[in-house]
């Protein structure tokens, strides 16, 4: 009854799926009138040679491109600067993003800068971009963050060593082409970190307060797939059928939480991937166990029915074994990868606690948590990872 009352409203860039679906690429940057486009990317997909047909499809729709590649894991504000300043200096008219989730933001990014000037750190929060980007095409060489669907940025400040959200209707990219091609030539760790990511995406986006009729259908059937996909091991690297699996799952999961939003998982671990600069997936996993022990009272039904489809027995009802079996079920979704997931190993003391509870407690992902914890209860939360 709840759902019917309430106000949802839906964003969805257009999407071309399939093996190659990178060729329309130049189709693309044709229809947008982009001349010549900044190819936003990382040194490593570059030195791949499925590159070559993107190029050949620019060059073939007569698009000039400059290629942009200076851009790091947890993408920096001055990596965004950089790349703003080489898009007009050549008097660019759109971003061709291909590489992962810091690629990805990191386009998104330039874009901004591109159309409304000043710093990327001025567009820090919910709705503060003002002009639409240019056309951004996206590429996605990774299956998880969903960045090539989402309205969502994660921009890295160096100083402050925060991970900071922008979100915002304009963020939403114009068309991404979900190729399975690009994803064959990810290390199974990279593959393993995303997929969680998209998982994580799924779960959130499910126990929302901010999840309606459409969100849940894709939430769902994503963490459905999920479980399907996983555990991802070596043997499968080169099958289309598993990539295009993971493609799927996580675009459901970006559609679900775009529109619905995240939750604590994302709070905290957006606070201590930028304080100890972990890659997302892994700070994802470090905090996953508490927050959903945190969160579980307050959306039994939903995260039983999770719980279920992870392949956790029906015959478990108690519910910290419910949360128990569903964390060792992702867990044995990592396989072989074996990342530690306590927070000291990675330099944490519990001196820096008081740190990361102000940076999650002001992360706009607590908004759409299913419980809203306050500075005790992050506190211990924190704690409890060390
Ligand atoms: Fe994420």
Not at 187 to 205: K, M, R
Not at 218 to 226: D, P
Not at 360 to 368: E, K, Q
Request: hydrophobic residues 40%; glycine residues 8%; contains cysteine.
């Amino acid at each position: 009854m709840e759902m019917v009352r309430e106000h949802r409203k839906f964003v969805v860039p257009e999407i071309i799926t399939g093996e190659n679906a990178r060729i329309y690429a130049g189709k693309y940057a044709s229809n947008f009138h982009s001349d010549t486009v900044l190819i936003a990317t990382d040194t490593n997909a570059f030195r791949q040679k499925w590159i070559l047909e993107i190029l050949l499809s620019l060059d073939e729709a007569g698009t000039e491109y400059i290629i942009f590649s200076d851009i790091e894991p947890n993408p920096r504000d001055y990596n965004v600067m950089a790349g703003a300043e080489a898009y007009l200096s050549e008097e660019c008219t759109g971003i061709l993003a291909i590489g992962g989730g810091s690629v990805l933001d990191c386009a998104k990014g330039i874009g901004i800068v591109a159309a409304n000037g000043g710093n990327i750190l001025d567009y820090i929060g919910v709705d503060l971009v003002k002009n639409p980007m240019p056309p951004l095409i996206c590429v996605p060489t990774t299956a998880g963050s969903a960045a090539d669907v989402s309205q969502y940025a994660v921009i890295r400040n160096a100083a402050k060593k925060t991970k900071n959200l922008i979100i915002s209707k304009s963020l939403v990219p114009d068309v991404t082409l979900l190729d399975t091609v690009p994803l064959m030539t990810q290390p199974v760790d990279v593959t393993v970190n995303s997929g969680i990511d998209a998982l994580t995406h799924g779960i959130e986006a499910y126990v929302s307060n901010g999840a309606s009729h459409f969100s849940d259908l894709l939430a769902l059937e994503s963490i459905k797939l999920s479980a399907g996909f996983f555990p991802f091991s070596v043997d499968k690297a080169d099958d289309p059928d598993y990539r295009f699996q993971s493609l799927m799952a996580s675009m459901y999961a970006g559609i679900a939480f775009s529109n619905a939003g995240l939750g604590l998982i994302h709070a905290m671990s957006h606070a201590i991937g930028g304080l100890y600069d972990l890659p997302h997936g892994i700070a994802s996993s470090i905090v996953m166990r508490s927050a959903i022990q945190y969160n579980y009272s307050s959306s039994i039904r939903k995260y039983q029915k999770i719980a279920r489809i992870l392949g956790v027995s029906p015959d478990i009802t108690d519910d910290k074994k419910v949360v128990k079996g569903m964390f060792e079920k992702i867990m044995g979704m990592r396989g072989s990868i074996d990342n530690p997931l306590s927070l000291s190993v990675y330099g944490a003391s519990k001196d820096d606690i008081p740190d990361l509870v102000a940076r999650s407690a002001g992360d706009p992902c607590i908004a759409t948590n299913p419980r809203i914890p306050g500075q005790k209860d992050l506190s211990n939360l924190f704690e409890s990872l060390l």
